[in-house]
């Protein structure tokens, strides 16, 4: 038995540009995660074309692919997805490892990344030893590693809660204000209503907020650490 | 963190499953080795128990093996004669077999005894007191069994009688002798009550008079590789005498075992597919069972290559604990077994079925490394080709 195909997304435009805070809000099943697996390379639409900085994804090999999210994209999902058996520091330093980073500026880059998400005294505990908000922080510290262009965020606030999600609200304006650009798919209106531009969608298509600001997004100040 | 200390620390995470992988693989592992020490090792003991003496020709009466019937050779001093003349030869010496009695008090115990020519022994080795000379036809050697069942030591006197055969009704000779010497007779099976003189006293123990018969000769040749030239010549030198090297006589071993070969074989087959499949599954679980965080590590960046690297790095360190764990049990395994079957009567107790040596157990740790990193190649593929968008979607849900 063959079912009728399912289209998650139907005549999505977006383009994001450099610095900005994008959030794509919906209720469940509207399409919004599907829309950032595109953006992030990890799934494949059966139309149209992802571009990020001027490369169409279609063009590049899965090994490309793979490269281009290790060093060009970051993530950070709701359930947090740290391996259990690693340290904090160890889950932090894992993409740059990949990347071929030496051992020893990737642990000097951990420390300082997870000192910038205020975790610098939990770096050598295993993640199985952190609290939710706690996981969450060193999963944005992870991707945040290779120095991303666009950190894409899956409801990162979905497992948390409300003081904690306020928490990592506060870390994501400080690092957009740092010059990181953010795409971070909620349905939390609060977490939506704190990012530069709000994009609303339903039943697979952008309802508003698809188009793209017209004055580029203020120039960053200096971040604390190298971003 | 190395790849090595990720796949440590994931195998830790799930303990008990661990530990019971190890312990399926060292059980594998253990019977792998002791079915390539077996396939290879009882030649082998073969082997070295007929070199034992450095004796590497033996000659039997027409078609019979050594030992294997009591047939008998005539003229025997006049072969020996001719063989130690042979330039070739360094020594030559014939051995009688028979069954005999020793008298303890009133009883008779059944004995087997030995003619030996001491110059030209290929059959004992002198644990106390001294060796018998060539014409001492007052001493005798026993071995540690009859010292036990005659309460008799070095410097006692022992009698000992010969052909008690009430169905022939032949007369009984006897013989008191002086024990010289306790000794370990290289082809007894254990606990077998050996005893030895010179040759004309125990031919005279067997049927009544010194009749120059012998079971066998033995060959010592000066140069070990020119041993199989050597018997050729001597085949054709007596043709009425079967003369084997040591090279034919473990051919023949090796035919009587075929089928204990083989056994082996299949056994050790059998051995390396339970391996594979403990570690396959156990990887195939554990890749299902984290197929979210495969998922996730692959959309953050890490490649396929890494992912496969991960779980066959898992694959091979279980295999190298459990390999190591095994040859232990294997060795320890193999001594047991071995003190079972060289307790079966009619093998020698210097015989040994499970030769632990390098080779086999290198063999079987290349052998069960090779296939047990093998075996991780399903899994790995497994998780190589993880769905990353749809596994990531039902993780959401």
């Known amino acids: 038995m063959q079912g009728a195909a399912v289209h998650a997304l139907r005549g999505v435009s977006l383009e994001v540009g450099s610095g900005e805070y994008v959030a794509i809000a919906g209720p469940s099943g509207s399409g919004k995660s599907t829309l950032l697996q595109l953006i992030g390379g990890i799934d494949v639409p059966t139309a149209g074309e992802v571009e990020i900085l001027g490369t169409r994804l279609d063009s590049l090999s899965d090994r490309e692919l793979t490269r281009l999210r290790l060093t060009r994209l970051g993530f950070v999902f709701q359930r947090f997805h740290l391996l259990p058996v690693l340290t904090a520091r160890e889950n932090v330093e894992l993409p740059m490892a990949e990347a071929g980073v030496p051992a020893r500026e990737r642990r000097v880059r951990a420390l300082e990344l997870l000192a910038y998400v205020g975790l610098e005294d939990r770096a050598g505990h295993r993640a199985t030893q952190l609290s939710g908000g706690e996981m969450q922080r060193v999963a944005i510290a992870r991707a945040l590693a290779n120095r991303p262009v666009l950190l894409l965020a899956d409801e990162p606030t979905g497992e948390l809660d409300a003081a904690t999600g306020a928490e990592i609200l506060s870390l994501f304006r400080r690092l957009n204000h740092d010059g990181t650009t953010l795409v971070v798919i909620t349905h939390d209106e609060q977490l939506a209503s704190e990012a530069g531009r709000v994009i609303h969608m339903l039943d697979g298509r952008i309802q508003d907020g698809g188009e793209s600001p017209e004055t580029a997004a203020p120039l960053p100040r200096r971040p604390a650490v190298p971003l | ?397």
């Open chain 2, 1 to 397: 963190m190395s790849g090595l200390g990720w796949a440590v620390k994931g195998l830790i995470r799930q303990r008990l499953r661990t530990v019971l992988a190890v312990a399926g693989i060292a059980i594998s592992a253990a019977m792998l080795l002791d079915m390539v020490m077996l396939s290879g090792g009882i030649e082998k003991s073969f082997a070295e128990l007929l070199l034992a003496k450095g004796y590497q020709i033996r000659l039997t009466p027409k078609g019979t093996l050594p030992f294997d019937t009591e047939a008998t050779l005539d003229g025997v001093s006049s072969v020996v004669k001719r063989l130690r003349r042979d330039t070739a030869i360094a020594s030559a010496g014939a051995v009688l077999g028979t069954s005999l009695y020793g008298r303890t008090g009133d009883s008779l115990v059944t004995l087997i005894g030995y003619g030996i020519q001491p110059e030209a022994q290929g059959v004992y080795q002198v644990q106390r007191g001294s060796d018998l000379t060539p014409d001492d036809t007052l001493g005798v050697l026993l071995s540690t069994p009859v010292a036990g069942l005659l309460g008799a030591g070095v410097g006692d006197t022992v009698r000992l009688v010969g052909r008690l055969d009430p169905q022939v009704a032949a007369a009984a000779v006897s013989r008191q002798l002086v024990v010289r010497g306790i000794v370990r007779w290289v082809y007894d099976y254990r606990g077998q009550p050996s005893i030895g003189t010179v040759l004309p006293v125990m031919q005279t123990l067997a049927s009544g008079s010194p009749d120059d018969r012998a079971s066998l000769l033995l060959v010592k040749v000066r140069d070990d590789a020119v041993a199989p030239a050597v018997a050729a010549r001597l085949r054709e030198e007596f043709p009425r005498l079967e003369v084997y090297s040591v090279v034919d006589l473990v051919r023949f071993f090796k035919q009587r075992l075929v089928y204990f070969r083989q056994l082996s074989y299949i056994l050790a087959t059998m051995s390396l597919i339970v391996t594979v499949l403990l570690i396959t599954t156990l990887l195939t679980i554990t890749v299902n069972e984290r197929l979210g965080e495969i998922a996730t590590l692959r959309a953050i960046g890490i490649a396929r290559s890494t992912v496969m690297r991960q779980v066959l790095i898992e694959g091979t360190v279980l295999t190298v604990v459990g390999a190591a764990l095994g040859i232990v049990l294997g060795l320890g395994t193999a001594r047991y077994l071995d003190s079972i079957l060289t307790s079966f009567p009619g093998l020698p107790a210097a015989f040994s079925f499970f030769v632990p040596r390098r080779e086999n157990l290198a063999t079987a740790a290349v052998v069960l490394l090779v296939t047990g990193s093998l075996a991780g190649l399903y899994p790995a593929w497994l998780a190589a080709r993880a769905p990353i968008a749809a596994t990531l979607r039902s993780e959401a849900t």
